[in-house]
DNA sequence: GAACATTGTTCTGTAATGTCGAACGGGGAC
DNA sequence: GTCCCCGTTCGACATTACAGAACAATGTTC
């Protein structure tokens, strides 16, 4: 849309918490205005700006700055305003209960799914996804079925955004041929299946959430170790699923 | 410190985000202008920067606003990133099954506690705390435990910072003697207790988190309806919590 | 159904504001 | 002690964000 009116020092201000990742917890100034091409008092005033409010923290021992509290707080208030989040967190506690192992919540965001809960199992360990994370969709249990039931007009247009599916494994569904075959399958059984596609011994079963107009608003998985999941497990979670994305259709 | 170099428009822009609360999902561009004292064309281009990067999102209904996904990605990585959360978490949920209560992590910040983590119980419904929320030190078991062990003059400078303090229930501490007097009982038997100071009919058993250098650092904390917590319970739930804080600061 | 009110959004001139470069001051490393 | 590097402050310039009015698009009222 607009790209006209941002205004640039706001920008500049996003870019910095931006900067900040698993990788880069700590950053200092020169760090941060290198990062962004900025002059270090430009940096400087941004950054200062965004530690008074809370937004960053500066260590007091090696005086770099890290992303601050008030992120948290307002995280949790979105979590918390999510109509989704709120009524699907009853069933992914009973998910993982039964099942032990990881569960998401997502949604779509432009070409790409974003996590929006979490609960991890204890005996998983190798998922290094979070709440907030994005990933891609032809190659996620959640992501091919948010594209399996969404509208052909928006499933044309993630599809455009895709240059190409990459293969980030053997199994990955490189062909918009194979990912269509696959979505119908999906429709077909309500559920979809990730079988090392998005990563190598991982396995997922997902299933959609559809609100009461009978539109897909996101997705709910399991996932875990592929050697977790037996045949008659999965048929068996696949039942849950079924009957979780039936209940949640009455709230929302 | 230094006020002074605080860029305005970037200070205005988090202003936006804050205004958003429990009370205020959704807010348009006129409401925050109004609530901010901004004319409006001011305020839709700091709204529109926000939205522009995912910190913000139009409903696309009524075209209001509402918090947006940017901001639990960011707040996510705040958690992850706190070594504290990701060393108690594990305890927490250790807790949350063996009692069946709420339970939180808090840290200090200037004169407030504010919870870092959390994991809910089934069956408590009335503790509407929530991650990034903040509350008085005086009469919460986080809180005194946070005050019990940090340092003397930091102390001195929390009180200083109370006018008065507030006497939420009957039960509140509400003058510095009691309050010193719970503190000291507090540094003798290692935890503490809130018997219905915060809130009426909630009671809550707290315990110190350190380093490895013997500071403060966290609290953790069950809390729960007073009915279910009879003195053995209590007894046993404070013998818990001592092992954690020894575990715990093996690990920081 | 037309007049109205109210909203989000665009436009434009103005001056306040954010920007940069340079300089300051403090803390380690050697 | 001397160096270097970093966070922080200063000051001058012009870029940038600001307010107010105008516009377009909704929804409301009679």
Redesign the pocket.
């Known amino acids: 849309?607009?790209e006209?009116?941002?205004?640039?020092?706001?920008?500049?201000?996003l870019f910095i918490l931006e900067a900040f990742s698993n990788q880069n917890k700590e950053?200092?100034?020169?760090?941060?205005?290198k990062k962004l091409?900025?002059?270090?008092?430009?940096?400087?005033?941004?950054?200062?700006t965004l530690?008074e409010y809370g937004y960053l923290e500066?260590n007091s021992?090696?005086?770099?700055?890290r992303l601050g509290l008030q992120l948290l707080k307002l995280g949790s208030l979105v979590q918390m305003n999510n109509i989704i989040c709120q009524k699907a967190r009853p069933y992914l506690e009973a998910l993982v209960s039964e099942f032990d192992e990881t569960v998401h919540l997502a949604i779509q965001r432009f070409s790409v799914v974003v996590y929006i809960d979490k609960i991890e199992s204890d005996r998983t360990i190798y998922i290094h996804s979070h709440v907030g994370a994005e990933n891609p969709m032809y190659c996620t249990g959640v992501g091919k079925c948010l594209l399996a039931y969404m509208a052909e007009g928006e499933r044309q247009r993630v599809y455009k955004s895709y240059k190409t599916l990459e293969q980030r494994t053997p199994k990955t569904l490189h062909t918009f041929e194979q990912l269509e075959h696959d979505l119908t399958l999906i429709r077909e059984r309500g559920y979809s299946l990730d079988d090392e596609e998005f990563g190598l011994g991982l396995f997922c079963v997902a299933a959609p959430v559809f609100n009461q107009a009978d539109q897909v608003v996101a997705a709910i998985s399991i996932s875990g170790p592929k050697a977790h999941f037996e045949a008659d497990k999965v048929a068996l979670i696949a039942q849950r699923m079924r009957v979780i994305s039936q209940n949640l259709k009455q709230s929302l």
């Open positions: 849309m607009s006209s009116r941002t205004i640039q020092s706001v920008a500049r201000a950053l200092s100034v020169t760090d941060l205005s091409g900025l002059s270090k008092s430009t940096a400087f005033g941004l950054i200062n530690a500066q021992e090696n005086s770099k700055y």
